[in-house]
């Protein structure tokens, strides 16, 4: 389940003078990015993530609102306090606007998902578009098929054949870098990825990355609905208004990042062993490193002093977009790794729960 433009939303229920304009909700800012855009907006090429300025320059008469965490938190709580009185199921939240339910004790589930739809737009205002499918990366890919206002039901198969012709990038876990990676080989659908011979995936990508991207055209997916999902990291990062050379101005940000992600490790009573920094470069260019310690730790001074030694020893050879620091690994957590995709020896996929009175599409 999905909150359509859920943030853009949140502020036109506060101004209603305002609906059926486009309106951009992004921060100030040289470097500032779009969180969301209204349906208006998106129709001029607007989107999430893209920076504000080319968002104005796209859509000029675009009214620009600075987001409201605490407003869009309330409205959140609002909307899944409705969904999880009415469904009485697992469900697992992957931000304010998104969450996960497994409805296979539900009886006639396809029934109460719309009633629940509608209750919740009379009461709260948002519209979710709703995907439901034998597993999360099905019903996450129906989520998103026909927003806003979508309710897809789709069966594995009938995924395969729809986003035939869709970009990789459909495809949750294929990125820009993965996706550009796939049209060197010539691939840029689904349907393209689906017939690639396996054998030349793993060469490209390596076995495991290989047979997981070959799984993932064919929809399969073993990962469960997570009803208590624990962090398995902190971190904290800042992109720069002006791109940053300085060596000294970036160990000055990683001090304060370091602290930042300390006090939070401290308030949730956790600590981790593995310490990180992430850097941006000017050219878009990431770079990531980690090292693992030997106690577990949020003490300030430790992280930081690891922290720093990381960024010394990979001094960036370019002025700095972003810079970030990450604490991972915490006591008494599991090794972070991937979910299993099931599918590829034998799948382990849910029930779709149709019944012939409501058919699927």
């Not at 990042?257 to 878009?284: F, H, P, Q, S, Y």
Request: some cysteine; overall charge neutral.
């Amino acid at each position: 389940m999905d909150c359509d433009a859920f943030y853009a939303t949140v502020e036109l229920l506060r101004r209603p003078e305002i609906a059926g304009q486009p309106v951009i909700v992004a921060g100030s800012g040289p470097r500032a990015v779009v969180t969301t855009a209204s349906y208006e907006a998106r129709r001029y090429g607007v989107g999430s993530a893209m920076p504000a300025s080319r968002a104005l320059r796209l859509c000029p008469q675009a009214i620009v609102i600075p987001p409201d965490f605490t407003a869009y938190r309330e409205k959140s709580a609002e909307v899944w306090d409705i969904v999880r009185d009415r469904l009485r199921s697992p469900m697992q939240h992957v931000s304010l606007d998104e969450a996960y339910a497994d409805v296979t004790a539900v009886e006639k589930p396809l029934r109460v998902l719309r009633a629940l739809v509608a209750e919740v737009r009379e009461r709260t205002g948002i519209t979710i578009s709703v995907g439901v499918g034998p597993s999360r990366l099905v019903a996450k890919t129906a989520s998103d098929a026909e927003k806003p206002g979508g309710f897809v039901v789709l069966s594995r198969e009938a995924a395969c054949e729809r986003f035939a012709g869709a970009p990789t990038r459909l495809l949750q876990g294929v990125g820009p870098r993965t996706q550009e990676r796939l049209q060197e080989m010539g691939i840029t659908t689904v349907g393209h990825l689906q017939a690639a011979d396996g054998d030349e995936l793993v060469a490209r990508f390596g076995e495991r990355m290989g047979r997981w991207l070959k799984a993932l055209a064919y929809f399969h997916d073993g990962s469960r609905v997570e009803s208590e999902r624990v962090a398995k990291s902190r971190s904290s990062e800042t992109t720069f208004d002006v791109d940053v050379g300085d060596l000294d101005a970036l160990r000055d940000t990683v001090r304060k990042l370091a602290a930042e992600v300390c006090e939070g490790l401290r308030r949730k009573e956790t600590r981790g062993r593995t310490i990180g920094i992430k850097v941006r470069l000017d050219d878009w260019t990431n770079i990531t490193r980690d090292r693992s310690i030997d106690e577990y730790t949020n003490d300030t001074a430790r992280v930081t002093e690891v922290a720093l030694d990381l960024l010394d020893q990979n001094r960036p050879a370019r002025p700095v977009r972003l810079i970030g620091v990450r604490v991972a690994s915490f006591e008494g957590a599991a090794p972070e790794r991937p979910a299993p995709l099931e599918g590829v020896d034998g799948p382990v996929q849910l029930v779709l729960p149709v019944s012939d009175a409501e058919p699927a599409r």
